[in-house]
């Protein structure tokens, strides 16, 4: 994640679709004013468009007045934490908080019913959910909606009511780590799943993954070393397996060097670490 995403709080739709993808999100249209997916394959479809075409991007996603969806589990997972019909979603994150099971956060966003999205690094886990505590951990296989998309909804009055979803924190994607849901589950009582995974392919095309990363290195100026070994990671977890491959990641390393700072040499004994495990 980056600060950044804050500023997609103020664009339109078609501009915060863009901005996205140039931050090496996977993304995909949701239905106007909801929250379905408006794609033959729902999240599956996501894609991160090169450069040239997010012109193109922005205004067909302005014309169709899309909302954003952004699929979890390959980039970042994300805790929902839910309030709507008195829900103790809040008082469950407050229990998570205390335990310190919160702190690899990245990023917050604020849902249309006064909920909030907790966005994490990726781990490679399956989704869960826990009802009673008013908590869905969002990860391989799903997705959320994202700002500034809007939902629309009747109120008991038969007024329309329309909110949106807003990010109100954000920080280097590099600075977080994964959440333990496992560990969640435990402190708020329910029973602990039985499996690790790891991450599963998304489907998207490895060099477009790999694009996708190296723009998302670029804005990690502070975390260049962990990033870049992260991010080759999710690389190769998404089906890269040669240092051809990956290349791009250590040239957009290099951009963030200075002259004599870090040598090309230094970065290809991380990607290779990461190729290694």
């Not at 886990?125 to 990860?139: E, H, M, N, Q, V």
């Not at 060097?257 to 991380?270: A, F, M, Q, V």
Request: glycine content about 10%; hydrophobic content about 40%.
């Amino acid at each position: 994640m980056t600060p950044d995403l804050l500023a997609t709080n103020d664009m339109t739709v078609g501009e915060a679709a863009a901005q996205y993808m140039r931050l090496g999100f996977p993304v995909f249209a949701v239905k106007p004013g909801g929250k379905q997916p408006d794609t033959p394959h729902g999240f599956k479809d996501a894609i991160v468009a090169p450069e040239q075409k997010l012109p193109g991007v922005a205004l067909l996603w302005d014309r169709a007045s899309w909302n954003i969806g952004l699929p979890t589990g390959s980039v970042f997972d994300v805790l929902d934490v839910d309030v709507k019909d008195g829900k103790p979603g809040r008082f469950s994150l407050r229990k998570l908080e205390k335990e310190g099971l919160l702190n690899g956060a990245v990023a917050h966003a604020e849902t249309p019913s006064g909920g909030l999205h907790l966005f994490f690094p990726a781990s490679g886990a399956r989704g869960g959910s826990i009802p009673s505590a008013g908590l869905d951990f969002k990860a391989l296989g799903g997705y959320v909606v994202a700002a500034p998309s809007d939902v629309l909804d009747i109120t008991d009055s038969g007024a329309l009511d329309v909110s949106r979803y807003r990010w109100t924190w954000a920080r280097g994607l590099g600075e977080g780590h994964p959440i333990d849901w496992d560990a969640c589950r435990q402190t708020l009582g329910a029973p602990t799943s039985d499996r690790t995974y790891r991450a599963a392919p998304s489907g998207l095309p490895v060099e477009d993954t790999v694009a996708g990363l190296s723009r998302w290195l670029v804005s990690q100026p502070n975390n260049r070393n962990s990033a870049l070994f992260w991010a080759a990671k999710r690389a190769v977890e998404e089906g890269a397996c040669t240092e051809d491959q990956l290349k791009p990641l250590v040239a957009a390393s290099l951009t963030l060097s200075t002259p004599g700072e870090t040598r090309e040499e230094e970065l290809w004994k991380t990607v290779r670490s990461a190729l290694r495990h």
